[in-house]
């Protein structure tokens, strides 16, 4: 394996329940160049990667009685850790952006031979 490549099955943690829409992303780039586009999808991938990781972790905080509880605050708590996600991701992520970035430029290039 080379430095910076990842034993991970891209396509299968993309289809996840949060990442069908990156799944979406990375399919509706196929055919194009365009590297911004590209990058963009990856960080996107990045995002619910991130995202996923971080749902284990707030699951298991205790609301507050003074101001949380009920059906309200799981949703908006979901909706919290896909924004951390997204931020962590245009921040730099760990790296995974660029791995996918990687591959799909390489998938590209191998299309167009």
């Known amino acids: 394996m080379e430095p910076g490549s990842l034993p991970i099955d891209i396509g299968a943690i993309a289809r996840s329940a949060h990442g069908g829409d990156a799944m979406r992303t990375v399919e509706n780039l196929r055919g194009t160049s365009d590297r911004k586009s590209i990058r963009e999808a990856a960080e996107e991938f990045e ?67």
């Open 47 to 113: 995002a619910v990667f991130v995202s996923q990781m971080l749902t284990p972790m707030f699951e298991t905080l205790e609301s507050d009685s003074m101001f949380g509880g009920g059906p309200g605050e799981e949703i908006y708590r979901s909706m919290m850790v896909q924004e951390y996600g997204k931020a962590i991701a245009r921040s730099g992520g760990i790296g995974i952006a660029d791995s996918v970035a990687r591959e799909l430029i390489k998938i590209q290039e191998d299309a167009s031979k």
